[in-house]
């Protein structure tokens, strides 16, 4: 039972480590964007409000795959192990023989 | 013009209708949370549940926050647009019509001119959303870093996209959907359901994690700081580095991305509800309906 609990609880850390590797993705598109901002800006000085705002918000859709990423893992930090050690605790009282 | 005592007095009210929420707030909280120690992420605490037929409706932290900045803003608005005249005006005047026209402004540059009354629904997304985010530095629970409060608010905004949709009747949306390709139709379904979704995410992702990570920080630097200063006798019983330290995270995690993502949720409000309304078929329509109304005459 304790190997059991101790198996369940450490998949859902290294799943949860495993799924913010999708924060690459947003790192490198975020970097990518703000660097084609400051070369807009080094261009065109006086465009420094727009190329801004739509440099944010380029950013904040691109950050949407990443976050997508961190709900999993807080879901499988935060929720999942209590979820599963119930599934499992119920499977025991109606199996005793494992 | 001279000010009245009645004037002060309700401006001194008004004040403390901006207030006093908030510290009703952190009362409550100081008297219901029981005291943690180390790491401690846990969700909106449940204060009471009403029992309602088909399921209990619990009264969360997060709701009762939510109130208390509705109550602020409230409050500041009536306090702001006191007293309007329209020669020599006051601060708090220069102040609100500052707001207002940064507010049209931002209607009048992101979206169709057919929207030009949507400044004050613009205003209150922007004001709600920075002022709960906000409210983490007050060391209460931000309503943004719940999920139900912002999915509430995303699906506001996916109500009012559809009904902007629907303009020209549901033929006309039904049509939009087998766009470019009919075969693409499922793919354009999970499209339209996937924008409340990542709207409610984005912001609450965001909020969320800001505050996760202060917490760990916090942790990790009274461990450090135990470890550090831990020989000393009774110095080393405070967690010296915790002083101040965090508090650079905080600037840019509270108050710059909380203003951002307020920001950010309104600017995607104004482009989905502007963008998803088709405006060349709408006023075609209306021109055609105006011609024929002529002809009859």
Redesign the interface.
Known sequence: MELAIGIILGCCALGAGMAMIAGIGPGIGEGNAVASACEAIARQPEQKGAVT?TM??GC?VA??TG??A??IA?LLI?VAPGMFVGILKDALTWIPTL | MSTTRRDKVIDILLLALTVLPIVCCMVLQILCKPASEGID?TGAMIYFTIPMPLQDLPITESQINSWAVVLTIIGLTLFLTRRLRVKDISVRQHVAEWIVEKTEGLVKDNMDPYFRNFGPLIGTILGLSAFSSLLSLCGLFAPTSDLNIVAGWAVFVFVLITYYKFKCGPLYYLKGLTEPVAVLTPINLIGEFATPI?MA??H???V??GS?IAVLVATGLQGLSSLVFGWIPILGEIPLLRIGIPAILSIYFDLFSGC??A??FA??TM?YVSGGFPAEEFFARRAKIDAKKQSRR
Request: glycine letters at 4%.
């Open positions: 705002s944010l918000m904040a950050e949407t976050l997508y961190l709900v807080i935060f | 992420v990542s995410f984005r609450y992702g965001n969320l994690s996760v951002l993502q920001f950010i600017m995607l482009m």
